[in-house]
């Protein structure tokens, strides 16, 4: 069993600063790929940004410059550092983890529970 457990959120004033953390943990093999979602209601989860294990980083165009995903490999966890922050970054973040639970399993997704952000003056 894996658990993704996240923290972080909580409401910030346009162009303020948030820090989200993932944390995984349970039966682990290896991790690939940790990444951060988001949504909002009525609108698909989209991809915020990824970072592989060998820590390379991709973003969504919006949040390009403004946003940054690092990992610590030694514990399991991924951060989502969050400048500059505008009302349309209000939503649910989920934190997304792509592992293998043995050495012969196939890669799987395991999502966290997600964490309210909230952008508003």
């Known amino acids: 069993q894996v658990q993704l457990v996240e923290s972080g959120g909580g409401l910030v004033q346009p162009g303020g600063s948030l820090r989200l953390s993932c944390a995984a943990s349970?039966?682990?093999?290896?991790?690939?790929?940790m990444g951060w979602y988001r949504q909002t209601p009525g609108k698909q989860r989209e991809l915020v940004a990824a970072?592989?294990?060998?820590?390379?980083?991709n973003y969504a165009d919006s949040v390009k410059g403004r946003f940054t995903i690092s990992r610590d490999n030694s514990k399991n966890t991924v951060y989502l550092q969050m400048n500059s922050l505008k009302p349309e970054d209000t939503a649910v973040y989920y934190c997304?983890?792509?592992?293998?639970?043995?050495?012969?399993?196939?890669?799987?997704?395991?999502w966290g529970k997600g964490s309210l952000v909230t952008v508003s003056s």
């Open positions: 997304n983890a792509n592992l293998r639970t043995t050495m012969s399993s196939s890669r799987m997704d395991f």
């Open positions: 349970g039966s682990i093999f290896v991790i690939n790929t």
């Open positions: 970072i592989t294990n060998g820590g390379s980083a």
